[in-house]
């Protein structure tokens, strides 16, 4: 080999990709080791569902469960459109929304087979939570469903 060869671009380019994958090799045990490369907990979780229109009752149930000694994750799920009676009349029971809920409750479940998994839904969102657990795959549960000031049928 010449010596001049080394000055061709794409040989550069090479030893650069080389020098780049080595140190990448190298540091990532010290990052893993300092960051940690473990995926954050999925459980337990609290997924809270807001009543027709979104009026933000979230931070409140959250406030009250923390009170209350929970120290799991809390999350909320969207589903209005933030149009109250868009969201009764159709949101609600359409079903796109539950399938999406029932989808993401699966997800956390196959990560974390035996985890506590809790469903809170406010007026309209029980509909939601509802239809959700019937979408639910076979053998998939979660561990308590409140339903506050429910607005679905008692035939439901």
């Given at each position: 080999m010449r010596c001049d060869a080394l000055t061709?671009?794409?040989?550069?380019?090479?030893?650069?990709?080389?020098?780049?994958?080595?140190?990448?090799?190298?540091?990532a045990p010290i990052t893993l080791a300092a960051v940690g490369c473990g995926a954050k907990a999925q459980t337990p979780?609290?997924?809270?569902?807001?009543?027709?229109?979104?009026?933000?009752?979230?931070?409140?149930?959250?406030?009250g469960l923390r009170q209350g000694g929970y120290?799991?994750?809390?999350?909320?799920?969207?589903?209005?459109?933030?149009?109250?009676?868009?969201?009764?009349?159709?949101?609600?029971?359409?079903?796109g929304r539950a399938a999406t809920l029932a989808r993401k409750i699966e997800r956390i479940r196959k990560s974390d087979s035996q985890g506590p998994i809790h469903l809170i839904g406010l007026s309209a969102g029980t509909a939601v939570v509802v239809a959700a657990l019937q979408r639910?795959?076979?053998?998939?549960?979660?561990?308590?469903v409140v339903l506050l000031s429910s607005s679905i049928s008692a035939r439901r």
């Open positions: 061709r671009p794409d040989l550069r380019r090479r030893f650069l990709h080389l020098g780049m994958l080595f140190c990448g090799l190298c540091l979780i609290v997924i809270f569902l807001d009543g027709a229109g979104g009026f933000g009752y979230a931070g409140a149930v959250k406030q120290e799991g994750r809390f999350e909320q799920f969207v589903w209005t459109s933030f149009l109250a009676p868009v969201d009764h009349l159709v949101i609600a029971r359409a079903g639910l795959d076979d053998g998939i549960m979660v561990d308590n």
